[in-house]
């Protein structure tokens, strides 16, 4: 009795051990940083841009670059990118939309690059919002686009639940960050030790704007099937496109998706008459005998 006794204590004190060293590590776990020194320079070839710095109430700076497409802007994206490196690297893929006719707003969430701050859930939200403010200064709501890649979308659902933004696009989303690492850690009580738990599909449920998710069908990080779901959360509002064998981080490399990109940022939604289509024919005769 006392060996099983002492054995299950063991196991305890392992568990809690584990536990509390996941609570505390996580941010190491999660983010994956560059960090860049206040004199770097930016250089992107072929690509207008300039750098802004802004200061947060808790003194923090975020550091950000605005790209310009060739001729008149359409309108502005504000990219929030992955949970690695930093917009040094990401700035390559201002190109996707400035070859569009829009402006594109990146920037390095705290501890990347060159922006600073103490870093939690809370506190990038009310970040992002300052950026979101601020674009709003220059443009209209119905001009801005959010884009949000991998850790990014959790970020853009929120935004775009709180604000009027034309449209909403999420690449590779997750249904929530604690679902994604309960992936690869069934046993353990993430639902209360996950310090961000970016719960995309309760955001999701609030935007009032069209809503386009991006997802390839052979993402092993965030699988496919995620959002499969979430696009089932606000589905009135939402368009679900795969990019055939895409992966988590290679998208880019598709063809299909830059043709969607184009698709989804060009054109305009239109009213369909229901009236004239097939809506209210039932596909088996036998059914269709009932209702006779």
């Known amino acids: ?11 305890l004190a392992i568990y809690a051990g584990i536990s509390i060293a996941l609570y505390y590590l996580q941010d190491y776990m999660l983010f ?23 200061e947060t109430r808790d003194g923090a700076t975020i550091n950000g670059i605005r790209f310009f497409p060739k001729g008149k802007s359409k309108g502005v994206v504000l990219y929030l990118k992955g949970n690695s490196k930093s917009i040094k690297g990401w700035g390559k893929f201002a190109v996707d939309f400035t070859r569009l006719g829009y402006n594109v707003i990146m920037v390095d969430y705290r501890g990347f690059g060159k922006s600073t701050g103490r870093r939690s859930q809370k506190a990038i939200k009310r970040d992002l919002q300052l950026v979101y403010n601020k674009i709003k200064e220059v443009t209209s709501e119905d001009r801005i686009v959010l884009y949000g890649r991998s850790l990014g979308s959790g970020f853009a659902a929120k935004l775009a639940s709180i604000n009027n933004p034309r449209m909403l696009i999420l690449d590779a989303p997750y249904y929530s960050l604690t679902k994604v690492t309960s992936r690869y850690m069934p046993f353990m009580p993430l639902s209360l030790l996950i310090k961000y738990p970016l719960p995309t599909y309760k955001w999701l449920k609030y935007v009032r704007c069209p809503i386009h998710i991006i997802h390839g069908t052979q993402d092993k990080l965030i699988p496919f099937k995620s959002s499969v779901k979430l696009s089932q959360v606000n589905p009135k509002l939402t368009k679900l496109h795969s990019v055939i064998g895409g992966g988590h981080k290679n998208l880019n490399n598709f063809e299909a998706y830059h043709q969607m990109l184009d698709e989804i940022i060009n054109s305009k939604p239109k009213e369909i008459d229901l009236k004239s289509t097939s809506i209210n024919v039932i596909h088996s005769s036998k059914n269709a005998k009932k209702q006779n």
């Open 32 to 54: 994956k940083p560059e960090k860049l020194s206040k004199d770097f320079q930016f250089n992107y070839e072929n690509q207008t841009y300039e750098e802004h710095n802004l």
């Open 1 to 11: 009795m006392t060996y099983w006794v002492s054995t299950l204590l063991t196991l």
